[in-house]
């Protein structure tokens, strides 16, 4: 059974950090492209950042979050993390991974994913 679990996620106060981790079973995590997407109540699904698989490890971020926040992978651990600095109050949302079957590259990602994460809460606020 392929699953991918976000963890990391929690209380955080404006200008603090948090890392979140998604960690995969079931598939090798290093073959994908992984997307980070969040959903803040009353606005659509948003995908932040992205970062390609194969090895390549290029990661690509929206202006809102770029120089904030940071994609890396440990393939070892078969596991891609966000390392989220400065964390402002529109931050706050629910935190996804997702990565779609044989996607290498964040360039070829769509909006349809055939790996999700349950999601993990990010709530960020003095």
């Known amino acids: 059974q392929v699953q991918l679990v976000e963890s990391g996620g929690g209380l955080a106060q404006p200008g603090e950090s948090l890392q979140l981790s998604c960690t995969a079973s079931g598939i090798t995590l290093s073959n994908l492209a992984i997307r980070w997407v969040r959903q803040v109540p009353g606005q659509e699904r948003e995908g932040f950042g992205c970062i390609d698989g194969g090895g390549i490890g290029q990661a690509y971020y929206v202006t809102s979050v770029k120089d904030r926040f940071t994609i890396s992978r440990d393939d070892a651990k078969n596991t891609v993390y966000l390392q989220m600095n400065n964390l402002k109050s529109e931050d706050t949302g629910v935190y996804y991974c997702?990565?779609?079957?044989?996607?290498?590259?964040?360039?070829?990602?769509?909006?349809?994913?055939?790996?999700w994460g349950q999601g993990t809460q990010v709530t960020v606020s003095s």
């Open positions: 997702a990565g779609e079957s044989l996607v290498r590259r964040c360039s070829d990602l769509g909006k349809t994913y055939t790996y």
